[in-house]
Nanobody, 118 residues
């Protein structure tokens, strides 16, 4: 299984950025795809997840409003649209996958760095 995250970079505060995760190596039926982030010195935190089959989304409370997760089954991608970015959004962003019945994510991408300048 490969999860390839892309789209990170340097962006000014207030702007938007779209991350994409290309998933390959298996079918993701009955899987949940998630986006996480980890800032320096902080624990990794869930931003949002989406079920592959139905596209049902779930957002961490602190992430609601500025982040939108989506998936494209034809392209095998999971995207994270981020808007009104703040310097505190600077982090390495990871995509991950788990089976729907599992609690823990067992497939992880390599991460993409997002830096938001003030």
């Amino acid at each position: 299984v490969q999860l390839q995250a892309s789209g990170g970079g340097l962006v000014q505060a207030g702007n938007s950025l779209r991350l994409s995760c290309a998933a390959s190596g298996r079918t993701f039926t009955n899987h949940v795809m998630g986006w996480f982030r980890q800032a320096p010195g902080k624990e990794r935190e869930l931003i949002a997840d989406i079920t592959w089959n139905l596209g049902t989304t779930h957002y961490a409370d602190s992430m609601k409003g500025r982040f939108t997760i989506s998936r494209d089954k034809a392209k095998n991608t999971v995207d994270l649209q981020m808007s009104s970015l703040k310097p505190e959004d600077s982090a390495v962003y990871y995509c991950a996958a788990r089976r729907s019945a599992a609690r823990d994510y067992n497939f992880w991408g390599q991460g993409t760095l997002v830096t938001v300048s003030s």
